[in-house]
């Protein structure tokens, strides 16, 4: 589908309490499903609970689900790749990373996003652990599935259990 800014709404849609609870490891997979109209994931922000440093952050996506590709880095395509300094930042405020390219999905399409961070504290993911499905986020553009966080400082290492993302997506919805 071609975009044409005057076609375009920027949306963005959220976990209900980007704040709460949180705790925090190297990294974080979850999916994105396109529902009724084709959409162009452009922003990630989200916490981290503390560094006294900068943090290097890495984020890859695929077309297609992250579940059965959790350890490899085979199909993922990295988006995002800078390192912020953090010292002078309160543990909560939100960081916002681009995503050149963005991932577009059309209308029933599922897209993979895998955020990594250098810092064992460097996404903040909920303390609670879900079944999947269980705490996804939605309305009526996007369904961002309950993912799971990573404990490795390498990238694509340590898979943990499946959490829910505190954080926000910014994304473009065609007018359709």
């Not at 350890?71 to 995002?80: D, K, T």
């Not at 399409?109 to 961070?117: E, F, K, L, P």
């Amino acid at each position: 589908m071609p975009w044409k800014d005057e076609e375009l709404q920027i949306r963005r849609i959220s976990s209900e309490n980007i704040r709460a609870e949180g705790h925090s490891q190297y990294g974080y997979m979850c999916d994105i499903k396109a529902k009724a109209t084709t959409v162009r994931l452009t922003k990630i922000s989200f916490g981290r609970t503390g560094s006294n440093s900068g943090c290097h952050v890495q984020i890859f996506i695929r077309m297609g689900t992250y579940r059965e590709h959790v350890q490899s880095e085979s199909g993922w395509r990295r988006v995002c790749d800078q390192t912020r300094d953090m010292r002078e930042l309160q543990p909560d405020t939100l960081q916002h990373f681009q995503l050149r390219p963005p991932l577009e999905l059309q209308a029933g399409q599922t897209g993979a996003i895998y955020i990594h961070t250098s810092d064992s504290s460097g996404i903040a993911f909920s303390s609670s652990t879900y079944p999947a499905d269980s705490r996804d986020l939605e309305n009526a553009d996007v369904r961002i599935s309950t993912g799971l966080y990573l404990s490795g400082s390498a990238p694509f290492s340590s898979p943990g259990n499946e959490r829910h993302f505190l954080g926000t997506f910014e994304y473009e919805a065609s007018a359709e």
